[in-house]
Nanobody, 120 residues
Framework: QVQLVESGGGLVQAGGSLRLSCAASGSIFRVNNMGWYRQAPGKQRELVAVISSSGSTNYADSVKDRFTISRDSAKNTVNLQMDSLKPEDTAVYYC??????????????WGQGTQVTVSS
């Protein structure tokens, strides 16, 4: 199996910064895209940022120029540096990874989620 374990998150004032980290482990042959999604109360889960195995990135318009996604492919980890946080960034943040397992079967895996709360 594959597990994604997130760390980081918490409570911060508007304008502050937080860093989220996620590590994938288990029966992994290769990790393709890794990304972060978020879900605010009463809203659908939305893409925040994604990074490919080659390092290409894509961001939601609402976080461009404020958030930075990065990865360490050797360690199967992905980070999300969040700067200039706004109250509307408050949500549960989920790590996601597209994984090819050692049996060469592919799947999309999710972390358990970590709460980010930005106070005004």
């Amino acid at each position: 199996q594959v597990q994604l374990v997130e760390s980081g998150g918490g409570l911060v004032q508007a304008g502050g910064s937080l860093r989220l980290s996620c590590a994938a482990s288990g029966s992994i042959f290769r990790v393709n895209n890794m990304g972060w999604y978020r879900q605010a109360p009463g809203k659908q889960r939305e893409l925040v940022a994604v990074i490919s195995s080659s390092g290409s990135t894509n961001y939601a318009d609402s976080v461009k120029d404020r958030f930075t996604i990065s990865r360490d492919s050797a360690k199967n980890t992905v980070n999300l540096q969040m700067d200039s946080l706004k109250p509307e960034d408050t949500a549960v943040y989920y790590c996601n990874a597209d994984v090819v397992r050692r049996n060469l079967l592919s799947g999309s895996y999710w972390g358990q989620g970590t709460q980010v709360t930005v106070s005004s």
